[in-house]
């Protein structure tokens, strides 16, 4: 009877781990898709900044046009993940979401257990997330820009005064989607 409960136990104390590791696995997806994700939000915001110095029309970057940049796959994905303890599998622009779906894969395992083949096994999760504007463009002079945003926090500044531009998350929202 006792040699049963600790079989029981112990098997219990596998799945856990099996658990955790794939816990960590997703913790790690989501990271480094949300890296992603706030790389482009930061090229957009700068693409933004550059074209209300330009006199340019910013409704094509307020709008998400033109959002994936290498970086966010390359650079901003992979070391998220390397400081969650993975690997980045796949890291893919979403063109219908504006945003990036990451996989990766964990560097740690499950571990030894009373189950053969579990040393060996890590964990893949997936992540989405998504860049969402917050603004749109109310009117613009040519000494003033004025967005209107969602929840009535509407945005007024003069692009040439560096004090009152809006900062990157007053514009675009980041969040995970399912």
């Known amino acids: 009877m006792i040699s049963g409960l600790l079989t029981v136990a112990l098997l219990f104390f596998v799945f856990a781990q099996a658990a955790v590791t794939r816990s960590s696995g997703q913790s790690a997806a989501d990271a480094a898709a949300l890296a992603a994700a706030r790389e482009s939000r930061d090229h957009l915001f700068e693409e933004f900044l550059?074209?209300?110095?330009?006199g340019g029309d910013i409704e094509n970057i307020l709008s998400g046009?033109?959002?994936h940049v290498p970086e966010a796959?390359?650079?901003?994905?992979?070391q998220l993940a390397d400081r969650n303890d993975a690997v980045v599998i796949s890291c893919e622009p979403d063109y219908d979401r504006t945003g990036y779906t990451v996989e990766v894969r964990t560097r740690d395992t499950v571990g030894e257990s009373l189950l053969p083949g579990t040393e060996d096994q890590t964990a893949r999760a997936e992540a989405t997330a998504v860049i969402r504007s917050l603004c749109e463009r109310e009117s613009e002079e040519e000494d003033r820009v004025e967005l209107r945003c969602e929840d009535d926090r509407d945005v007024a500044f003069d692009p040439g005064?560096?004090?009152?531009?809006?900062?990157?998350?007053?514009?675009?929202y980041i969040y995970l989607d399912d």
């Open 161 to 172: 005064d560096q004090d009152e531009l809006p900062e990157a998350r007053d514009l675009f």
């Open 50 to 54: 550059h074209t209300i110095d330009d």
């Open 73 to 78: 796959c390359e650079d901003a994905a992979p």
């Open 65 to 67: 046009d033109d959002f």
